[in-house]
């Protein structure tokens, strides 16, 4: 399956729970350091409920893996990126 593009960087294959989108284009525009976020897997979940809540997780070979909370649910993201895990945080308390 070929993959959408939105603004380049935020690579969209399925739905993405609400709230997350805006916070990633909102990040992605003004950190070039992140080559590219592509949404993964949604879960349900009890305990998230409230604004948009990304925890940057596990390191991977290009970047980090990160969960975001938000609406009863959860989604992996999974960012290509140099940036340090405290950086990566930083640039995700952007709103």
Request: aromatic share 4%; glycine share 8%.
């Amino acid at each position: 399956m070929k993959l959408r593009t939105a603004q380049g960087k935020l690579k969209i294959e399925h739905s993405i729970i609400e709230g997350v989108r805006p916070l990633l284009e909102r990040v992605l525009a003004s950190t070039p350091e992140i080559r590219s976020v592509i949404p993964g897997r949604i879960g349900r979940v009890r305990d998230a409920r409230g604004p948009v809540e990304v925890l940057v997780t596990v390191p991977r070979h290009n970047g980090w893996i990160a969960i975001a909370l938000s609406a009863g649910a959860r989604e992996e993201l999974f960012f290509s990126t140099s940036l340090t895990k405290p950086a990566l945080e930083r640039a995700l308390l952007i709103r």
